[in-house]
């Protein structure tokens, strides 16, 4: 497909400086882009590309000021960044705008659909299952038994949502995901050996939530595992039965959350975090990378850092405290030494 400079500038609500008839088929990072590509600049470590990138069309902010002529023809727009965003949801939806259905596939006929409805080959859709308008189900893919995906959800090749589970609006998951395995529930017994106790809840999945590649949430033991609207999940990420994420939190791949924690809304969590079970997360809790929590975050808008995790300037304190210790250790012996030299000349007195 190919795009002008001013159908672009159109859709962007930009301003044009240039040939408005120039044409572009792909896009490209602005030190790669060649001959008929698109690009952006909106860092300004980068603006030095402006004048040696050989991409036709660029979108830049129009704060920016060129210091010498440049030969792409420019689109100003208030935020670059956001308007190339913008153009890369259009053109994903352009070309993943598939509809009908493939074969093999199966689709029994309690199945219900709504219009404009996709589902690739292979995919094994349970019983009861129902798909709203513009649900788009890739190869591969199992839904289990009374499953429900709302409108214009995007479910990616091999991603298994179990029996039950819920699924909001424009939810997204990628490859891999797995909605609604049992939780980690078993009762220890008197010889030693564990008996499974029957994870009998699900998923509820609210809308505008994007849960990356091979992650895994947990159905409830009883009632249901809630990620809220907006969530954001990098890949392999573990979510325990029980657990509730709130509204537009945000969590790093690597990281685990034990059973029925609560994390409130606007919460940052890093990579590779760990939290016990049964604690509440307060909301605008931010979380460094790697660190542990075992108690519950009361107050809001709290920083922490650590394993276990604590507050995060204090963590930093005590980290370069650390590493100061050898040099902390040379000098306490340094004046024990000293001390002990007066003691003895005292006593040689």
């Known amino acids: 497909m190919q795009f002008s400079a001013v159908q672009l500038a159109t859709m962007l609500d930009g301003k044009l400086e240039g040939n408005p008839d120039v044409k ?5 990072k602005i030190e790669e882009a060649g001959d008929g590509m698109l690009s952006f600049i909106a860092n300004p470590k980068y603006e030095e590309f402006i004048y040696t990138t050989q991409a036709s069309i660029l979108i830049v902010n129009e704060s920016l000021i060129t210091e010498r002529p440049v030969t792409p023809t420019l ?17 994903k939806q352009l070309v993943g705008n598939k509809t009908g259905i493939q074969q093999p596939s199966h689709i029994p006929a309690s199945v219900k ?28 893919v199992y839904l289990g038994d009374n499953v429900i995906v709302n409108d214009d959800a995007v479910i990616y090749p091999g991603v298994k949502v179990y029996d039950n589970c819920v699924l909001g609006k424009r939810v997204i998951l990628h490859a891999g995901c797995v909605i609604g395995g049992d939780g980690f529930g078993f009762a220890p017994q008197p010889d030693g050996s564990y008996k499974k106790v029957p994870q009998i809840g699900n998923v509820v999945i609210h809308d505008d939530v994007e849960i990356g ?16 609207q907006g969530v954001k999940l990098d890949n392999l990420i573990q979510v325990a039965h ?29 990579g590779q975090v ?11 809790t931010k979380i460094n990378a790697q660190s542990g929590l075992s108690k519950s975050i009361a107050d809001p808008n709290t920083s922490l850092n650590g394993s276990p995790a604590f507050d ?30 007066l003691l003895s000349e005292r006593e040689g007195v």
């Open 242 to 270: 029980n657990v509730d994420i709130g509204t537009d939190t945000v969590i790093a791949a690597q990281t685990g959350v034990s059973g029925s924690t609560k994390i409130g809304k606007n919460c940052v969590i890093g």
């Open 113 to 140: 659909t709504g219009a404009n409805v996709f589902v690739g080959a292979f995919a094994y859709l349970g019983e009861n299952v129902v798909l709203g308008n513009n649900v788009k189900i890739y190869p591969g």
């Open 75 to 91: 689109i100003r727009v208030k935020d670059a960044y956001s308007a190339f965003a913008l153009l890369l949801e259009k053109y």
């Open 24 to 28: 572009v088929s792909n896009i490209a």
């Open 274 to 284: 760990g939290m016990v079970g049964h604690i509440h997360i307060a909301d605008n």
């Open 312 to 341: 995060y300037k204090s963590s930093l304190k005590s980290q370069a405290i650390f590493r100061n210790l050898p040099d902390l250790e040379k000098r306490v012996k340094e004046l024990e030494d000293m001390v002990k030299q």
């Open 213 to 228: 590649a091979n992650t895994t949430i947990d159905r409830a033991t009883m009632g249901s595992t809630v990620i809220r």
